[in-house]
């Protein structure tokens, strides 16, 4: 059994930590960044406008694929070893930075914020993307402005207790999926081509973005799958046509989907089984 394997088993067994042990992390993760703040080098910018497809791509190996049943911050952990840049896709909530994560809401977010110095990057766009998703509801899909933040200082391992020696620095994409839980519940209706087209354009958007940042490694996942209500299959399926398009098949050198929920990811790996100009691992 390969290391990776191993690990990966070992993480799933972590017990679960309470709301208020999340409350905990996240209060003092935001002590530690008054502390650091000054000394740091990460940077962040809203992406408002459409990127253009990119004809060049950056290597010229197979690209290689893995699905892992995983917590994204152990990933984290595991990639960033290769001493090579990372970037790591955050599904970010459309109206609140960092999804309420200081008050001990869990999620792929939550768990980002509470043990990176994410959250303050998130919180340089309160009115120009936070507050312009308030207003901007959409039937649900919001606005597919991303926010790019360089070089974020990761602090912990998955267990959220034990620091990362050293400490790791990843590039972090945010952006919202369209949230079909919501739109159903404010009676809003539209068609699957639109929601298809829609979320497709965000993962184009995000890959060209991850592109322009040349990283090499890339921890993707369930984009939208959990509480927002999205149907994995058709995300698998748009995350596969656009990583084996001529535009990105080249780009990346290995693409992670970290999925903690065992249904999707069985999803996810069924779908990208079916093609054949990928290496497609899985645990």
Known sequence: MMRDEKEIRQANKLVKLTQAEYRQIAHHTMNLYQVEMNGLQQKSQLVENRLLKQYQPLQSKKLKIIINHENVLQRIRLAT?????????????????????????????????????????????????????????????????????????????????????????????????????????????????????DLQQRVIQLLRQFKVLRDEYLILGAFGCGQAGNDPEMVAQIFKTELTSPEFVNAFKEVYFSILDEHQKEIFASIFNQHRKIILNEA
Request: aromatic share 12%; hydrophobic share 30%; net charge positive.
């Open 81 to 197: 070893d290769m001493s090579t840049k990372v970037g790591v896709l955050n599904f970010a909530d459309p109206i609140e930075p960092g999804g309420e994560f200081r008050q001990g809401r869990d999620g792929q977010e939550q768990a980002i914020c509470r043990n990176t110095f994410l959250y303050p990057e998130l919180m340089q766009f309160r009115r120009k993307y936070y507050y312009y998703n308030q207003c901007h509801f959409n039937q649900g899909l919001y606005s597919q402005k991303m926010i790019v933040s360089e070089q974020v200082k990761v602090l912990h391992d998955e267990s959220e207790k034990s620091y990362l020696k050293p400490a790791r620095f990843v590039d972090f994409i945010s952006i919202s999926a369209p949230n079909l839980k919501l739109a159903v519940k404010e009676s809003q209706q539209f068609e699957t081509k639109r929601l298809q087209q």
